[in-house]
């Protein structure tokens, strides 16, 4: 997969009636929402003043953002540029490369955890008390969770990607035992002090957990593009 920018201007003739164009922002923002759902739009700004927006696309080249844009209802009156992107060393927020196969519902998280407590093959590294749980030791990009058992909230996650926390998970409290959901995410948007950038991280939890669809089939069956 490969990221590129994409800066779309909207041009209507001064003589198109209000209606006429609520009507075609109310389909594009229906449109838009199949590439949002499978993980190819990350990211979409607006430019402020106006309803041109700024994107960052997550495709395998640019003839899927091609394809994209002309089937939008309003592509008629667009300029697109498109900008391929490339990863930059000193990016904070560069993309977590690893955890391919893992998920973030509640109930794998609940599996992972039990997983490092009775201390079964592939649960990750180190048992001691079983407060931490490495799921992934690529270089640079650990991701950990970790309960707070004498918090206020003894079986809410935490979810670190490196030294920076993402996100804190609690349970349904509706649900019991193999819980499927959590009952809220609480995505950080920074961390001692510093913003917290793991957008990739974030998306995947939140498709994993009925954020970006309907039911939890939904999100369980949804496709993911690999970070």
């Not at 003839?63 to 990863?87: E, G, S």
């Amino acid at each position: 997969m490969a990221e590129f920018l994409v800066n779309m201007q909207l041009h209507f003739p001064p003589e198109t009636p209000g209606d006429f164009i609520a009507r075609h922002y109310a389909q594009e923002a229906a449109a838009a929402q199949k590439y949002i759902r499978a993980g190819q739009i990350t990211r979409l700004f607006r430019v402020p003043g106006t309803r041109n927006h700024v994107a960052l696309w997550d495709v395998p080249d640019v003839q899927a953002i091609h394809d994209a844009y002309t089937n939008f209802p309003m592509f008629r009156w667009m300029t697109v540029d498109v900008k391929p992107l490339c990863t930059n060393p000193n990016d904070p927020g560069t993309p977590y490369a690893g955890c391919d196969g893992l998920m973030f519902t509640w109930r794998d998280l609940n599996r992972y955890y039990t997983a490092h407590l009775t201390g079964q093959p592939g649960d990750g590294h180190g048992h001691g008390e079983g407060e931490t749980v490495i799921l992934d030791d690529t270089p640079g990009a650990v991701i950990s969770i970790h309960k707070h058992p004498g918090s206020a909230f003894p079986e809410e996650f935490h979810l670190m990607a490196g030294d920076v926390k993402v996100a804190e998970i609690g349970p349904d409290e509706n649900l019991h035992g193999e819980s499927k959901a959590p009952g809220y995410i609480d995505f950080l948007a920074e961390w001692d002090g510093v913003p917290v950038h793991w957008l990739k991280v974030k998306s995947r939890v939140a498709a994993d957990n009925r954020v970006l669809h309907p039911d939890y089939n939904a999100a369980l069956n949804a496709p993911r593009a690999k970070f």
